[in-house]
T-cell receptor
Framework: DAGVIQSPRHEVTEMGQEVTLRCKPISGHNSLFWYRQTMMRGLELLIY????????DSGMPEDRFSAKMPNASFSTLKIQPSEPRDSAVYFC??????????FGSGTRLTVV | DQQVKQNSPSLSVQEGRISILNCDYT??????FLWYKKYPAEGPTFLISISSIKDKNEDGRFTVFLNKSAKHLSLHIVPSQPGDSAVYFCAASRTRSNYKLTFGKGTLLTVNP
């Protein structure tokens, strides 16, 4: 089991550019989460998918953020246009029935 | 409004001694609590959990205590080892099956040899 796989590990981009973060959950897990970690706010839930369907996106900060899960093995988080305040570590996590979260290693995003 | 608070950003202890990490919560609807450990450049990993029907859960060197009346939980590590040096996150949810975990900001534990 390779765990939750996120790519890229690091992303540096210029303000105004589009950024796409990718996640492959653990096979068989039916729930997927995107979290953002910042010094000021800690770990915040951005969006939650269950069986590929977005259930709760109330944590998405604004319309510049969007997330998709086209199938059970892939999800993307897109920021367009990116801003310096979006700089953070973005984590994807997945879980199955009755099990806790398994987090990926995260994507460190820097917007300059 | 931070519903899960870890008021100590950092803690330093000697190897072999006890480490006590604290967490307070404000939402009385929370009834399931977890601790996660995070090493640099890795994602958080699950460590131990406790349901509100218990006041203690133990797993090897790790014990979590829950005081519901005080809305306080703590993680005890005995004995502490240098490999325990990491950031520890407290998290809470309304039910064990509820998807939404609310995390604290974390406490950096350093165990000195």
């Amino acid at each position: 089991d390779a765990g939750v796989i996120q790519s890229p590990r690091h992303e540096v981009t210029e303000m105004g550019q589009e950024v796409t973060l990718r996640c492959k959950p653990i096979s068989g897990h039916n729930s997927l989460f995107w979290y953002r970690q910042t010094m000021m706010r800690g770990l915040e839930l951005l969006i939650y998918f269950n069986n590929n369907v977005p259930i709760d996106d109330s944590g998405m900060p604004e319309d510049r953020f969007s997330a998709k899960m086209p199938n059970a093995s892939f999800s993307t988080l897109k920021i367009q246009p990116s801003e310096p305040r979006d700089s953070a570590v973005y984590f994807c996590a997945s879980s199955g029935q009755g099990r806790g979260y398994t987090f990926g290693s995260g994507t460190r995003l820097t917007v300059v | 409004d931070q519903q899960v608070k870890q008021n100590s950003p950092s803690l330093s202890v000697q190897e072999g001694r006890i480490s006590i990490l604290n967490c307070d919560y404000t939402n009385s609807m929370f009834d399931y609590f977890l601790w996660y450990k995070k090493y640099p450049a890795e994602g958080p990993t699950f460590l131990i959990s406790i349901s509100s029907i218990k006041d203690k859960n133990e797993d090897g060197r790790f014990t979590v205590f829950l005081n519901k009346s005080a809305k306080h939980l703590s993680l005890h590590i005995v004995p502490s080892q240098p490999g325990d040096s990491a950031v520890y996150f407290c998290a809470a949810s309304r039910t064990r099956s509820n998807y939404k975990l609310t995390f604290g900001k974390g406490t950096l534990l350093t165990v000195n040899p």
